[in-house]
């Protein structure tokens, strides 16, 4: 990180358990977005949340948006009888 952001704040009721909000300086300085995936970790001097190494996760809704059947296999959804079905 290459800017240092200290601001004070209150741990606050979330949902059954704690939460504190990140504020858009602190996210900013850190480096984190909507969506990131993190690591919270109990340490010696409290708590550290870092992002998780690697390609982050895509949700259901993302993978959706990048398929592209002509990329992707030519999968097509067949819409009538294509081989010996029996029925």
Same mark, same amino acid.
């Given at each position: 990180?290459?800017?240092?952001?200290?601001? =004070?704040?209150? $741990?606050?009721?979330?949902?059954?358990?704690?939460?504190? /909000?990140?504020?858009? &300086? @602190?996210?900013? !300085?850190?480096? %984190?977005?909507?969506?990131? &995936?993190?690591?919270?970790? @109990? $340490?010696?001097?409290?708590? #550290?949340?870092? &992002? #998780? !190494?690697?390609?982050? /996760?895509?949700?259901? !809704?993302?993978? #959706? /948006? *990048? %398929?592209?059947?002509?990329?992707?296999?030519? =999968? *097509?959804?067949?819409?009538? /009888? @294509?081989?010996? =079905?029996? %029925?």
């Amino acid at each position: 990180m290459t800017t240092a952001v200290k601001v =004070e704040q209150t $741990v606050q009721e979330w949902g059954n358990g704690l939460g504190v /909000r990140i504020t858009a &300086p @602190v996210a900013k !300085a850190a480096r %984190f977005a909507r969506g990131l &995936p993190v690591t919270v970790e @109990v $340490v010696k001097e409290g708590i #550290l949340v870092r &992002p #998780l !190494a690697g390609k982050p /996760r895509l949700t259901l !809704a993302q993978k #959706l /948006r *990048a %398929f592209d059947p002509a990329v992707h296999g030519g =999968e *097509a959804l067949a819409d009538g /009888r @294509v081989g010996t =079905e029996v %029925f």
